[in-house]
């Protein structure tokens, strides 16, 4: 897992609202692929996953106060499009987090 300081306090709805207006966008951009990855609020927290090329999410995002706490799906640590998603994620945390930017707390 790995923990995120956001050095402002967001809503998941804001986190979720980001992610559906340009998580697809900016991975056709990067990838010149067109793959689509849905984006869904479960229990609290926030899903990506591609169903129809991965099982289980690729990524599980949960806010905590003003930690982010990003868990990334064991089967798919090496994979290309995940590694590109977590890119992605990592640009739109800071956008997301403004001025006062993020750090990050732990990784492992």
Request: no cysteine; charged share 25%; glycine share 6%.
């Amino acid at each position: 897992m790995k923990i995120i300081t956001l050095h402002k306090a967001i809503k998941i709805q804001d986190l979720y609202n980001l992610l559906l207006q340009k998580l697809n966008p900016l991975f056709h951009e990067r990838r010149k692929s067109d793959i689509d990855f849905t984006v869904e609020q479960k229990n609290g927290s926030i899903e990506i996953n591609s169903p129809k090329i991965y099982e289980g999410f690729l990524f599980s995002l949960t806010l905590n106060g003003t930690e982010l706490w990003i868990t990334r799906s064991e089967h798919y640590v090496d994979d290309v499009n995940s590694l590109t998603i977590e890119s992605i994620l990592n640009d739109l945390f800071k956008d997301l987090a403004g001025d006062p930017g993020t750090d990050l707390v732990q990784e492992g």
